[in-house]
């Protein structure tokens, strides 16, 4: 098996370590994380250095790509960025769990991760570095731009469309054909009934819009 390393060492990492494991196509050779010290170890995985250790570790394990296990869908996609300068020729691996079911019709963005219980069903575009988690949906036909996610649970209509870096809660329901802007959070719950602009968030059963945000802004 070729070996990757994984960038990020917190909860979410735990989980795309595990599907990682259980996919069996990859050998994980370590954890990047600079806001630890190197040794420490999640999941019997340990902290090799932080992303400038990079360039030198890449040479040293034969790495032959790298993931980003970070769920800040916008610190995803800036961490993504900083790797893809200092290692310009390493890929970015996706992984997806055996119990998830992505349809043949998929293509799947590279670094992106897809959970245990997800659907994927066909004619889906996943973006680079997405994450759809545990137990999620997305339904024929819909778009998820580079660095959106969907949480656990959340699921979509047909032909929906989600905007880069845009999050949708735990639970979320978008209806057949929604559109959700790009670097949006839709709350836990919410059941989306018309589209959603660009830098909103929105929660609530009907889904309501409450307020605006940055691209970089915490969810909550």
């Known amino acids: 098996m070729q070996n990757i390393l994984i960038i990020g060492s917190s909860g ?6 595990d599907v990682v494991e259980r996919q069996g196509i990859f050998h994980i050779a370590g954890l990047i994380d600079a806001f630890r010290t190197v040794g420490e170890e999640t999941s019997g995985y340990r902290v090799l250095g932080a992303e400038s250790d990079l ?7 034969a790495v032959a790509g790298v993931l980003v296990a970070i769920g800040d869908n916008f ?7 900083r790797v893809a300068a200092l290692c310009p020729q390493l ?5 997806v769990h055996p119990q998830a079911s992505v349809a043949r019709a998929v293509r799947l963005g590279a670094g992106s991760v897809v959970m245990a219980g997800a659907v994927i069903n066909p004619g889906c575009d996943v973006g680079q570095g997405c994450i759809v988690n545990t137990r999620a949906s997305l339904d024929h036909d819909s778009v998820m731009e580079a660095f959106a996610s969907l949480a656990p649970a959340a699921a979509t209509g047909g032909g929906c469309f989600i905007g ?5 809660g735990m639970g979320a329901l978008l209806l057949q054909r929604m559109r ?3 670097h949006c959070v839709v709350g836990a719950g919410a059941v989306v009934t018309r589209p959603v602009a660009d830098l909103c968030v ?3 059963a009907p889904a309501k819009t409450i307020r605006s945000r940055l691209a970089g802004d915490k969810y909550l």
């Open 12 to 17: 979410h990492a735990k989980v795309v370590i």
């Open 164 to 168: 880069t870096g845009s999050a949708l």
């Open 55 to 61: 360039p030198v570790l890449v040479e040293k394990l």
């Open 202 to 204: 929105s929660y609530g």
């Open 91 to 95: 890929p970015f691996v996706s992984a």
């Open 180 to 182: 959700i802007g790009s």
């Open 75 to 81: 610190v995803r996609a800036s961490v993504t960025a």
